[in-house]
């Protein structure tokens, strides 16, 4: 789900960017209180501002987003949520990263990060065929 929202983000992001590059009158258009004083005197458009509330809003949502998948593909990855990472705790995990990665997404994993649908996990979500390492 990240990485769909991540890339329609930047698609969005392009857009608007590329819109604002044709349609804004001076490079003080992209300054908020700018483009608003540039609205409310008529020398562009209320579009024009709504379409750089709409940049901002968009990276700030990029930001999030990537910031969000960064942690859930560590966790996926470690095997470990971001809180016990921080604390050092660690229960169970694979031998390797792909035998985590394989738990979270499932058989055929590499075609969902393509294509998301759903199968069940290889265990009952209680039970995992796990060795144990403490640290």
């Given at each position: 789900m990240c990485l769909w929202?991540?890339?329609?983000?930047l698609t969005a992001f392009y857009w608007e960017l590329s819109y604002a590059a044709r349609e804004?009158?001076?490079p003080w258009s992209y300054v908020p209180l700018t483009a608003m004083w540039q609205s409310v005197t008529g020398v562009q458009s209320w579009f024009?501002?709504?379409?750089?509330?709409?940049?901002?809003?968009?990276?700030?949502n990029i930001l999030m987003?990537?910031?969000?998948?960064?942690?859930?593909?560590?966790?996926?990855l470690s095997n470990q949520?971001?809180?016990e990472g921080m604390r050092g705790i660690k229960k169970y995990t694979h031998d390797n990263w792909?035998?985590?990665v394989h738990d979270v997404y499932g058989s055929y994993m590499w075609i969902r990060w393509l294509v998301p649908f759903y199968s069940p996990?290889?265990?009952?979500?209680?039970?995992?065929?796990?060795?144990?390492?403490?640290?």
């Amino acid at each position: 789900m990240c990485l769909w929202l991540l890339a329609s983000q930047l698609t969005a992001f392009y857009w608007e960017l590329s819109y604002a590059a044709r349609e804004f009158v001076n490079p003080w258009s992209y300054v908020p209180l700018t483009a608003m004083w540039q609205s409310v005197t008529g020398v562009q458009s209320w579009f024009n501002f709504l379409i750089l509330a709409g940049i901002y809003s968009t990276l700030v949502n990029i930001l999030m987003v990537g910031f969000y998948l960064f942690m859930e593909s560590y966790a996926a990855l470690s095997n470990q949520t971001f809180y016990e990472g921080m604390r050092g705790i660690k229960k169970y995990t694979h031998d390797n990263w792909r035998s985590n990665v394989h738990d979270v997404y499932g058989s055929y994993m590499w075609i969902r990060w393509l294509v998301p649908f759903y199968s069940p996990p290889p265990s009952d979500g209680y039970t995992w065929n796990v060795s144990r390492h403490h640290r």
